[in-house]
């Protein structure tokens, strides 16, 4: 998405009162560091100005911040009960066989133990089989590496994130 103006729904959330914005930011990214930054640099012009400002802030998160950022995301294969946007998120293991489904749960505790936190993924298009690929894929990457595509995964859901909340009516 490439905008050289504010979108609609951009322009409402430039015009929303402190708390509601904060709301709003809070369901994309359960990071407040991430959440501060972003509010601190309201209005934006563009839709790009408000995408660059959250690649910026979830670059500089903390460790502590990013533990923060994941402990709001559910493990794959489990989104949360009633919230829609996990589990649209997820939908490539809505209809996994159960095979599949035993074996994520299997690697999530598994890179859990490894890690300490979630496996986060930027689930949105991917199939039950490719996210199982990608756990199989990261669960050897030493502790430092792993962080980092922590926070490229992030990053990438926060602009899906933003960009369905503030999508026009």
């Not at 103006?5 to 929303?16: E, K, V, Y």
């Not at 489904?101 to 999530?108: D, G, I, R, S, V």
Request: glycine residues 6%; negative net charge; contains cysteine.
């Amino acid at each position: 998405m490439t905008s050289t103006s504010a979108s609609p729904g951009l322009a409402r959330f430039n015009a929303l009162e402190e708390h509601a914005a904060h709301a709003a930011l809070h369901e994309a990214c359960a990071s407040v560091t991430w959440v501060r930054r972003l509010l601190a640099a309201r209005p934006y012009a563009t839709d790009d100005d408000l995408f660059a400002a959250s690649d910026a802030a979830t670059a500089e998160l903390t460790a502590a911040d990013l533990a923060e950022a994941m402990a709001g995301h559910p493990p794959i294969g489990r989104p949360k009960e009633g919230d829609p946007t996990s589990a649209r998120e997820q939908a490539g293991m809505a209809d996994a066989a159960a095979g599949l489904k035993a074996e994520m749960l299997e690697l999530n505790l598994a890179y859990q133990e490894r890690f300490g936190h979630v496996f986060l993924i930027c689930a949105t298009g991917r199939t039950g089989e490719q996210m199982r690929d990608a756990l199989k894929e990261r669960i050897g990457n030493a502790p430092e590496r792993e962080r980092e595509i922590v926070r490229v995964e992030l990053g990438k859901i926060n602009r899906i994130r933003l960009a369905r909340i503030f999508e026009a009516d």
